[in-house]
């Protein structure tokens, strides 16, 4: 079955680096666009990058300049690289991907991100 592992996440103090990876197995990784999103605590669920199983890339503009989205296909994995963190980057990451003709939507479990000093 589609599993989405996500891991990497943590207590970062402001300024600092983290890297989110997404291991994926159960499906034709190489295929399918890959993204991250996020949710803070009491806010709604947000898209922050994207990339296509060509490799382009997507970036919600609050993050655009300091995040990287990457993918590895030999691996069946996917990473955020996170640099100059800020709390407000606080939140449980998750990884997503829809398959198929109905696009079904596959999420990780979620990996805690703390920006604190």
């Known amino acids: 079955q589609v599993q989405l592992v996500e891991s990497g996440g943590g207590l970062v103090q402001p300024g600092g680096s983290l890297r989110l990876s997404c291991a994926a197995s159960?499906?034709?990784?190489?295929?399918?666009?890959m993204n991250w999103y996020r949710q803070a605590s009491g806010k709604q669920r947000e898209l922050v990058a994207g990339?296509?199983?060509?490799?382009?890339?997507n970036y919600a503009e609050s993050v655009k300049g300091r995040f990287t989205i990457s993918r590895d296909n030999a691996k069946n994995t996917v990473y955020l690289q996170m640099n100059s963190l800020k709390p407000e980057d606080t939140a449980v990451y998750y990884c997503?991907?829809?398959?198929?003709?109905?696009?079904?939507?596959?999420w990780g479990q979620g990996t805690q991100v703390t920006v604190s000093s």
């Open positions: 997503h991907t829809a398959l198929g003709i109905m696009s079904r939507d596959y």
């Open positions: 159960g499906f034709i990784f190489s295929i399918y666009a």
């Open positions: 990339v296509a199983s060509g490799g382009s890339t």
